[in-house]
């Protein structure tokens, strides 16, 4: 949704055109609730980028079949590292070279992420935070591996659709996680104490 709001072309891919049509439902309810703050007094033109935002936004089943013609390729799936693996390698082989791969993971590695595919160098993390349209951290996570060229193109749609990045690097729950484990237990040890 912000991608496309912000004038590029997506193309959301899921299992089933039902789940596709789902989605595309949450997407337009999203927006209008979007539109409601942005555009208060501008019905029309909270139309008109409702309207303009879904034009940029296609969906398929086909993972292979729209990844020749991407430049960078977002994976949100499941949080299973043979599942996202096995996605990775598959598009690999299909992707032109300077398609850049990234994952929403909120906890894998990156980096074992990376290794399924040839292309480590231009794999990297972009880990946003729910729900998206409104939260303005995403964190870009670079592993060793991951070029300088590569990190900087992630910053930079970061910012083009809108967020703040910050830089992470590849360790287990990167920064908020990382800091959102121990400030939860603190909360039961709280809670065990009355």
Known sequence: QVAAASGHTVVLVDQSDEILKKSTKGIEESLKRVTKKKFADKPEAGAEFIEKTLKNLTTSTD???????TDLVIEAIVENQEIKNELFKRLDKFAPEHTIFASNTSSLQITQLANSTTRQDRFGGLHFFNPVPMMKLVEVI???????KTFESLVDFSKAVGKSPVSCKDTPGFIVNRLLVPYMMEAVRLFERG
């Open 63 to 69: 993972a292979v079949a729209v990844v020749h013609s």
């Open 142 to 148: 670079k592993t060793p591996m991951t070029s300088q």
